[in-house]
């Protein structure tokens, strides 16, 4: 499961018995690799991607930035202050606040920035994707998570104060999309293993019924000067709606003459949808 991603593995150059290594926790052993135990402490981050053993010190770096340890794991540093390393996904604005700021993170959850500096505070786990503010009533915050799970705050997204909101359609894609209508804050379509829309603020979804050649949405884009147009996509596949507001929408495969390459964004001209 974790291979493709992250994976470490070195040896305490005085002792070639003491192991450490990783896949999504560091770990360590004593008997060259016959029994293992974790190490992390509750401190190094998961999802390790290197491991060091120099000068006495092990070194890991992981998704959560650069950790030491002296003493084989018992106790750790760690040296990510200042370090402008987080992966962000996405990022979401209001013009309520132009000094607030929402950005979905690898591995470190949803971040908040609320004043004119660089500190982001966290406001929710997992893997931060997708993220929305509603545009008339900053209060009302969308996030997203690792393979479309989704959540809502009426708090401003404070820590805390996020709720499961359930889209249909089991697990998306790893960054899922959820957009905003620009003419109605309240409608959001998300896309899963197909396009949903909501009219009431993700209480409640339709099933939009694209095309089945979109196996996993991975983009959305809404018309501005139509919000009944919306495009679809899944991989290499295009596809458009012109009746997306409506109770049956219906869809067109569009973009069969586009390379045959994996979408990642799709963007409309506003004064022409």
């Known amino acids: 499961k974790y291979t493709d991603y992250c994976i470490a593995l070195v040896v305490d150059p005085t002792d070639y018995t003491d192991v450490f290594g990783g896949m999504q926790w560091i770990c360590k052993s004593l008997n060259s690799g016959l029994t293992w135990s974790a190490?992390?402490?509750?401190?190094?981050?998961?999802?390790?991607?290197?491991?060091?053993?120099?000068?006495?010190?092990?070194?890991?770096?992981?998704?959560?930035?650069?950790?030491?340890?002296?003493?084989?794991?018992?106790?750790?540093?760690?040296?990510?202050?200042?370090?402008a390393i987080t992966e962000v996904y996405r990022v979401a604005g209001t013009p309520e606040d132009v000094n607030r700021y929402f950005v979905g993170c690898q591995d470190n959850g949803t971040m908040r920035r609320d004043a004119g500096t660089s500190a982001f505070d966290v406001a929710s786990g997992g893997d931060g994707t997708t993220c929305l503010i509603n545009y008339s009533n900053w209060d009302i915050v969308y996030t997203g998570s690792q393979n479309g799970a989704f959540q809502k705050s009426t708090d401003a997204g404070d820590e805390g104060t996020f709720f499961d909101i359930m889209v249909p359609g089991g697990e998306g894609a790893w960054i899922s999309p959820m957009i905003m209508d620009p003419a109605d804050p309240d409608r959001l379509f998300a896309g899963k293993t197909d396009v949903y829309r909501s009219d009431d603020g993700g209480d409640s979804w339709l099933d939009m019924n694209a095309p089945s050649s979109l196996v996993l949405i991975n983009c959305l884009a809404q018309g501005t000067s139509n919000p009944n147009r919306l495009y679809a996509s899944s991989e290499s596949v295009l596809c458009r709606s012109d009746n997306a507001l409506g109770a049956s929408p219906t869809w067109t495969i569009i973009g069969t003459q586009l390379p045959d390459l994996f979408i990642t964004g799709i963007a409309v001209d506003p004064a022409n949808s």
């Open 39 to 83: 190490i992390h402490n509750g401190i190094v981050h998961a999802d390790i991607h290197d491991a060091a053993y120099v000068n006495g010190a092990l070194w890991i770096c992981c998704d959560g930035g650069l950790y030491r340890s002296t003493n084989e794991g018992v106790t750790w540093s760690e040296f990510t202050a200042g370090l």
